[in-house]
């Protein structure tokens, strides 16, 4: 089973506000691209996906993107995330009715492809099914089987609101690289820890990173 993968990413000027810590305003745009084009690079190479839509309204983003073979999709709702990902997950079943889909975060930086199969894979078990970020409070992956909706509850406390809406939680070992997200200084200095792509690791290479 191969899968569409739907990336949500907000325009870059207000991206990672919580990096504050670590890259100042004018580095934390570069920094929040950087980890788009790491996820998104990962994400073509794994095995399970056929392709990756970027649901985004930021333009550097969509032809940067796009040259990696992303598909971009305009943020229409202009609604929060949950709205944006809705509208992707509807638009690439517009072209791919029978695909599986999934959620994926943009700010997976130290992403594997394998490991990102291996929780497909799992997930291609249920109708609907998220994997916990590594501070088990958020979401790094949500996903729908054919004929499922994707019915998105990211934001606060996203891994018990996923759990409450009916999506089984993938309880599995060895799959860091998918549960690193990168909110923090702290995120970014275990994500580097894991290794990231050259994206990441060629901006973040000047920042003077908390506790490094």
């Known amino acids: ?11 870059l000027t207000r991206a990672k506000s919580r990096l504050s810590d670590t890259a100042h305003d004018g580095v934390r745009p570069g920094l929040a691209l950087a980890f788009a084009q790491d996820t998104v690079a990962a994400a073509l190479a794994c095995p ?11 333009a550097l983003a969509g032809r940067e993107l796009a ?7 305009p943020d229409a709702p202009g609604a929060g995330l949950n709205a944006a990902l809705a509208h992707g997950a509807a ?3 517009a072209s791919r009715p029978e695909s599986p889909v999934a959620a994926l975060n943009a700010d997976l930086p130290a992403l594997r492809p394998l490991e990102l199969a291996r929780v497909l894979n799992a997930a291609a078990e249920f109708p609907r099914a998220f994997l916990a970020d590594a501070a088990k409070i958020g979401t ?3 996903g729908a089987g054919p004929e499922h909706e994707l019915l998105p509850r990211f934001g606060r406390d996203s891994r018990t609101r996923h759990r409450a809406s009916g999506a ?7 799959v860091g690289s998918v549960r ?3 909110d923090t200084g702290a995120d970014l200095r275990a994500a580097l820890a894991l290794g990231v792509g050259p994206h990441t690791a060629a901006v973040s290479a000047g920042l003077l990173i908390p506790g490094s």
């Open 180 to 182: 690193q997200d990168v």
């Open 168 to 174: 089984v939680e993938l309880r599995l070992d060895g």
């Open 48 to 58: 399970a996906v056929a392709d990756v839509a970027v649901v985004t309204n930021d």
């Open 140 to 142: 790094t992956l949500l």
């Open 91 to 93: 638009a690439v079943r």
């Open 1 to 11: 089973m191969q899968w569409t993968l739907v990336i949500p990413l907000k325009p």
């Open 67 to 73: 040259a990696l073979g992303a598909r971009i999709v």
